[in-house]
């Protein structure tokens, strides 16, 4: 059974910065890209970032870039998001997602940035 959990959410001050881990079980980690979206309250999801199999490959969301990192370790089968001088705009439930044949989904960690 695939497994993916997100930790490392929390409350964090506006210029803050925090890093979310999502682990994964059940699957064979390094052939899937993995990504991470977010959504707020009263808005659709929206991809932040993506990183490819290998890790040789990133993108972001334009809202994202220069603030927040996306990067793997395929030998403890984790993706991580190092997000820095963070927004209140940034608030939201993040979600990590592993996509090759099929897609699978986390059950989301929570931020919110608020002073």
């Known amino acids: 059974q695939v497994q993916l959990v997100e930790s490392g959410g929390g409350l964090v001050q506006p210029g803050g910065s925090l890093r979310i881990s999502c682990a994964a079980s059940?699957?064979?980690?390094?052939?899937?890209?993995m990504s991470w979206y977010r959504q707020a309250p009263g808005k659709e999801r929206e991809l932040v970032a993506t990183?490819?199999?290998?890790?040789?490959?990133?993108n972001y969301a334009g809202s994202v870039k220069g603030r927040f990192t996306i990067s793997r370790d395929n030998a403890k089968s984790t993706v991580y998001l190092q997000m820095n001088s963070l927004k209140p705009e940034d608030t939201a439930v993040y979600y990590c997602?592993?996509?090759?044949?099929?897609?699978?989904w986390g059950q989301g960690t929570q931020v919110t940035v608020s002073s």
């Open positions: 997602q592993a996509q090759w044949v099929t897609s699978h």
């Open positions: 059940g699957l064979t980690f390094s052939n899937y890209a």
């Open positions: 990183i490819i199999n290998t890790g040789r490959y990133r």
